[in-house]
T-cell receptor
């Protein structure tokens, strides 16, 4: 079964508008972390934002925010004021398992990715 | 911020040769590194988890003898594609984990083309 699902193969947005990239996940582990990465055409994976399963507040990093709906098991990425440089592939990922010290073990499982295109 | 380097960034080789890819964590110690493979327009597929000082843990379907992983120090892991064939052509990305932080940093990737 797919653990991380990104249902939008491609998204288009006008420059300066906001866009939401969807991500749903499946886990029975109470302790997990959710990540979003940006991959431009160069191939580099750029870390954007992180949300822990126990975090009470939605994570924010500049123009990026993570809409964490724990009961619905969704972790959508919201990009505000889109810029042309935001055009890239975006991946949602999950890490399961936390040790007693609160540091995660476990590998990252990635979703299928969403290609975002920002139009001028 | 944390930086992970990967070398080489591009490699073209003949079928049957072996290729070594290096992954280094530049400003933190990485007891765990991960090797991923990515085909165009697809997601990252984890190949193996590399643990410093011990054997790598391979994902199901990944040939251990084909993809040799060595993690000899806290800052260096290597992936060797042995007897490479055209079907091994892909984008290989390493990732290193900073245990003081919750995130995982990726190298810039290595594009391998086997002729």
């Amino acid at each position: 079964a797919q653990k991380i699902t990104q249902t939008q193969p491609g998204m288009f947005v006008q420059e300066k508008e906001a866009v939401t990239l969807d991500c749903t996940y499946d886990t029975s582990d109470p302790s997990y972390g959710l990540f979003w990465y940006k991959q431009p055409s160069s191939g580099e994976m750029i870390f954007l934002i992180y949300q822990g399963s126990y975090d009470q507040q939605n994570a924010t990093e500049g123009r990026y925010s993570l809409n964490f709906q724990k009961a619905r098991k969704s972790a959508n990425l919201v990009i505000s004021a889109s810029q042309l440089g935001d055009s890239a592939m975006y991946f949602c990922a999950m890490r399961e398992g936390l040790n007693a010290g609160g540091t995660s073990y476990g590998k990252l499982t990635f979703g299928q990715g969403t290609i975002l295109t920002v139009h001028p | 911020g944390a930086v992970v380097s990967q070398h080489p960034s591009w490699v073209i080789c003949k079928s049957g040769t072996s290729v070594k890819i290096e992954c280094r964590s530049l400003d933190f110690q990485a007891t765990t590194m991960f090797w991923y493979r990515q085909f165009p327009k697809q997601s990252l597929m984890l190949m193996a988890t590399s643990n410093e000082g011990s054997k790598a843990t391979y994902e199901q379907g990944v040939e251990k003898d084909k993809f040799l992983i060595n993690h000899a120090s806290l800052t260096l892991s290597t992936l060797t594609v042995t007897s490479a064939h055209p079907e091994d052509s892909s984008f290989y990305i390493c990732s290193a984990r900073d245990w003081e932080l919750e995130t995982q940093y990726f190298g810039p990737g290595t594009r391998l083309l086997v002729l």
